[in-house]
């Protein structure tokens, strides 16, 4: 079974500080990767998301992740990040074949930004 | 175009009592999961259907859980008895058949006391 590993808990930043938030997955075939962000009291939103082609994805708010497939990694990066950026992020994998797309999650990153 | 509807969005009930969600996924998604997700941890997937089918339930505690997609469009997910460990979001998704991305509902916030 695929699983997902995101190694920081929380991480506190101040504003403009880069930001790389970690995500390991344990999957040998092909794979889609995304990047989910929660803010306080909303719901799921897409980040970005990786099918196949260029391994270095853009997403929207300034965000993007590289793919790295030899060490099993899809990590996220802001080069500035802002106060409003303060949320949970989730990252997860699906295998792409069949019908049963289910999103495996990592257990999720804090991320705090301090004005 | 609407999202993903879920309601209501918050709960609190008694042990052993019983609690049901309702989801409504966007027009034309074939696919409909739910989700849970307890605080500080990833959602993980209760239950997927495929139209009115299930496709995969084999994280739905049956013995206290149970979901249904009547006419391929509309779920509920019911929880009978519910205990305190059941206190999570529950959270309905939906997806387009193929490689995309899911969409994501508000969720259900459940506490049970």
């Known amino acids: 079974a695929q699983s997902v590993s995101q190694h920081n808990h929380h991480v506190i930043l101040s504003e403009a500080a880069s930001l790389e938030l970690g995500c390991n997955y344990s999957y040998g075939g092909t794979v889609n990767l995304f990047w989910y962000v929660q803010y306080p009291g909303q719901h799921l939103q897409l980040l970005l998301k990786?099918?196949?082609?260029?391994?270095l994805v853009k997403g929207i708010k300034g965000f993007e992740a590289e793919f790295i497939k030899s060490k099993f990694s899809f990590n996220l990066r802001k080069p500035s990040v802002q106060w409003s950026d303060t949320a949970e992020y989730f990252c997860a994998v699906t295998h792409p074949s069949g019908s049963a797309r289910q999103l495996t999650f990592g257990s999720g990153t804090q991320l705090t930004v301090l004005p | 175009e609407a999202g993903v509807a879920q309601s209501p969005r918050y709960k609190i009930i008694e042990k052993r009592q019983s609690v049901a969600f309702w989801c409504n996924p966007i027009?034309?998604?074939?696919?409909l999961y739910w989700y849970q997700q307890i605080l500080g941890q990833g959602p993980k997937l209760l239950i997927q259907f495929q139209n009115n089918g299930v496709v995969d339930d084999s994280q739905l505690p049956k013995d206290r859980f149970s979901a249904e997609r009547l006419k391929g469009v509309d779920s509920t997910l019911k929880i009978q008895p519910a205990k305190l460990e059941d206190s999570a979001v529950y959270l309905c998704a939906s997806s387009e058949q193929g490689p995309t991305g899911y969409t994501f509902g508000s969720g259900t916030r459940l506490t049970v006391v």
């Open positions: 027009s034309g998604h074939a696919t």
């Open positions: 990786y099918f196949s082609g260029d391994p």
